[in-house]
């Protein structure tokens, strides 16, 4: 029997995190239990190949949702990382904070001392950032994040016709004005994907006092309402790791809520039906999946400069032994290397619209491939209403849990779409895109009205893969509330929850950023250090916001 002061579950984007931290003054031992293997290799560390484990079982829980039934019945893939490092090992690198707002709006739903001013310190503590805004990033911590080259035109041109178009220009969407059009930062260094397997784990494990666990966990362990250990199998036997002190659940948004059900806490009548004693009665285990949709706005492009000559297969090669020798070239990087961050309309006060640019016509997975030099820009909705839930489908642990987003459920995410790819034409048009623009691929100029725009979401809208919220942080007299501010399972001691999955609400953007923060943020909660002190910086907010949507 193994036994440490905390046990970590998932050695994912905040559980590398939570080990690196709870570890760091060397009085506190860690052990980590991760069923997925290793990242070694070009597959998950050179940045261009960032399509390949995303849909490579050896490194991805393989889950899908249910039909959607606002889709027509289609049933999305949604990825889980499911090896050293979690889904920062398979994501497509992009780095985004979230707004202000939406932390502020966590504190006041009751997530108390979450807020922006609360959350900043941490943001700024985990980070390393090149070129960032002076004041509110930070340039010493182990999380590296870059900005891309834009050495292709046509990432200054998708700026400049933001510009163009009368939106605003930032300089750093992750410092104090995230509104705008500008760079886009990756979590790349030294040309490699710099995961939090990278920056967090690989460091602590050189510790005496953390070891990493290869296994499968079943359940938590909990006698007399406290966790005491985690039911873990590997090498075809079972056996229980220890913990003195706290189990951390750090598993997923998908994996977090399931394991809690099988431990006993969750909705009382859906665990009974399943056998489970009843631990704690949380109805809220589950609720509250949310998720950003994405759809790919592509164009035909006159001149041969975009990724299109780079996707045959002698190209290819040329840029796998390039990166393998020097990590330089088109493998060093995601090419998602220009962003913006909109506002739908007048009266929304801050972004609630994102785009990822990307020179190519692609599929995010790298399936269909564009026939032509393309171009295209991702856009999508940030603050959805619809919701989800994640269930178990059987109380045998291997088997994958029932997930249904409830996708596109609020007629306003119909309405918001549409919006987006009007918005999106509107952006193409502009001058400066006039000596590449040649004709629309995706969705077609044929496709104008709103039903014909409806009938295009619905069939090809595709998950952005940022799945948050179903073991909500909130209130402790909030029955739908899964853990507290402190990040407590409500009704069991000695449990905590830290990952995505206790999001009140969805940030803008993507979710990698803000899930280390959640890591980050826990550990001095766990170890009950003083907080960092909240920062007093003010974000900007567009002064026209009430009158204009630029």
Known sequence: MREADYIIVGAGSAGCALAYRLSESGEHSVIVIEYGGSDFGPLIQMPAALSFPMNMRRYDWGFRTEPEPHLGGRVLATPRGKVIGGSSSINGMVYVRGHARDFDHWAEIGAEGWSFADVLPYFKRMENVKGGEDGWRGTDGPL???????????????????????????????????????????????????????AYLKPALKRKNVSLVRGFARRVRIENQRADGVEVEAHNSIQVIKARREVIISASSINSPKLLMLSGIGPAEELRRFGIEVVADRPGVGQNLQDHLELYIQQACRKPITLHSSLNLFSKALIGIEWLLFKSGLGSTNHFEAAAFVRSGAGVDYPDIQYHFLPAAIRYDGRAVAKVHGFQAHVGPMRSKSRGVVRLASPDPKEPPRIRFNYMSHEEDWADFRRCIRLTREIFAQPVFAPYCDHEISPGNHIQSDEALDDFVREHVETAYHPCGTCRMGARDDPMSVVDPNLNVIGVEGLRVADSSIFPRITNGNLNAPTIMVGEKAADHILDKPLLPPSNLQPWINPRWQDSDR
């Open 144 to 198: 590296h994040v870059q900005r891309g080259t834009r050495l292709n035109p046509l990432y200054r041109t998708f700026i400049e016709a933001g510009r163009e178009a009368g939106f605003e220009i930032t300089g750093d969407y992750n410092g104090s004005k995230q509104e705008g059009f500008g760079p886009m930062e990756q979590t790349i260094h030294m040309g490699r994907r710099w995961s939090a397997a990278n």
